[in-house]
């Protein structure tokens, strides 16, 4: 096993660098089978997403992997990669298998915890599988990768606290109503962050969508990207009561919704709850509102503690994540390590075998004169000597796999008994 792994993410190298290295979903497949085609290669695999590109190989031992590697890439992407070199991060072996477990937990993503990398690793295993790149290690490990992703969501609870305002809004919102599909959204301004609010809503079973801003153009194009309707800002007030949900970003510079407009909207709803998410500074809801019986009102104040109260949760589920991720590429390293020492066992065994019964062979002449049953004895006495022999340096090599002298042991045993390579 000879594996390799180079890659830049969000943590070293800016976007314009992981545009350049990025790699399409389109021509990830044929990207894939060129790298495979190179010589010394065995396996392959590659990462592509917004916030990472990662070319993993596993190479001959006899191979220099970083040169095939930089070859590639600068071949893909036809550019000299000299630029681009500081970027790049560099894994090799065992830190590989140590990288891919925490790449599919997601504990190496932009917001840890965030669900959608495990799909990439997955979607980028089965591209791997369909052009034929992966057979052996590469394979193993892949599959456990997602294995382990898989068990980190299980076993904690890293991905289950929002840890950006927009979707702390969101499970504040959750929290109120239960289930939001269905419910109704009013963005009332059209900023950046009600923007993300209203998208993380909308992915999260809310239906319709109005959307009002003191630049009508603005509403409706935005109105548009949500297949809502754009509502003019000073008819706000004709249809708030239908909003389930209010998102207010406007940057007035008093309240745009009081108490007593609030009465007012709540008895047009015959009191169901109406949700103020306030993400305006100075605020659009006066505070008052959240005095009134069914409103429920969270300025960016609320939601940030929110937030920092799930980083918080995020960062002790992580420490387990890490744990698991530990444990995970132990028991990996030692099962690699032991199929490494298989062949060596086998050949071992072989060897000693062939002695046996070649000597045994030698003095068949003087074992004429035995009974079946003593020849029976004979044999299963030299086979038991043979088993004995045997047991400490099988034992020595089964104990050394994920040690990294393992090679030497197994090197020194081979000569010592006289197994070729």
């Known amino acids: ?10 943590r070293t190298a800016p976007v314009e660098v992981r545009e350049r290295m990025n790699i399409q979903e389109s021509r990830l497949a044929a990207a894939l089978a060129d790298l495979v085609r190179r010589e010394g290669i065995l396996e392959g695999l590659i990462l592509s997403t917004c916030n990472r590109v990662e070319v993993i190989a596993n190479m001959e031992e006899s191979i220099e992997p970083e040169a095939v590697v930089r070859r590639f890439l600068a071949d893909y992407h036809h550019c000299n990669l000299t630029p681009y070199e500081k970027h790049l991060y560099w894994y090799r072996q065992e830190q590989v298998i140590e990288h891919l477990f925490r790449v599919a937990s997601s504990l190496d993503s932009m917001i840890v915890g965030e669900p959608q990398i495990l799909g990439q690793v997955k979607q980028a295993f089965v591209v791997a599988q369909q052009v034929g790149a992966l057979k052996s290690d590469l394979h193993e490990i892949m599959n456990q990768a997602l294995a382990v992703g898989r068990r980190v969501r299980r076993e904690t609870e890293v991905g289950s606290a929002a840890v950006s305002v927009s979707y702390a809004a969101v499970e504040l919102a959750r929290k109120i109503f239960g289930s939001l599909d269905g419910k109704v959204v009013f963005l009332l301004g059209a900023g950046e962050m009600s923007e993300l609010a209203a998208r993380h809503l909308s992915s999260s079973g809310a239906t319709s969508i109005f959307v009002s801003n003191r630049t009508y153009e603005r ?15 000073d008819q706000i007030f ?9 998102i207010s970003s406007t940057g007035a510079p008093h309240f745009l919704i009081r108490r007593e407009q609030a009465e007012r909207i709540l008895m047009a709803r015959r009191n169901h709850p109406i949700f103020f998410i306030d993400i305006a500074v100075p605020r659009d809801i006066d505070p008052k509102v959240n005095d009134l019986d069914n409103a429920f009102v969270y300025d960016i104040d609320d939601l940030a503690q929110v937030v920092e109260a799930n980083k918080k949760q995020r960062e002790r589920e992580a420490a387990w994540a890490e744990e698991i991720v530990r444990q995970e590429v132990q028991k990996m390293m030692h099962r690699l390590a032991s199929r490494e020492m298989a062949p060596t066992i086998v ?15 030698r003095f068949r002449n003087r074992l004429s004169g035995l009974t079946p049953e003593q020849r029976e004895a004979v044999d299963g006495l030299t086979q038991a000597i043979l088993n004995k022999i045997l047991h400490g340096p099988i034992s020595e090599l089964k104990r050394a796999a994920g040690h990294p002298d393992r090679g030497n042991l197994a090197q020194t045993i081979r000569k010592i008994f006289g197994v070729s390579e």
Do not use: P, S, Y
């Open 1 to 10: 096993m000879n594996l390799i792994l180079a890659g830049v993410n969000h």
């Open 219 to 233: 509403a409706l194009e935005l109105a548009e990207e949500f297949h809502g309707q754009a509502i003019r800002f």
């Open 238 to 246: 004709q249809h708030l009561h239908h909003a389930d949900i209010v």
């Open 347 to 361: 050949a071992l065994e072989q060897r000693l075998n062939r002695i046996r019964e070649n000597e045994t062979e």
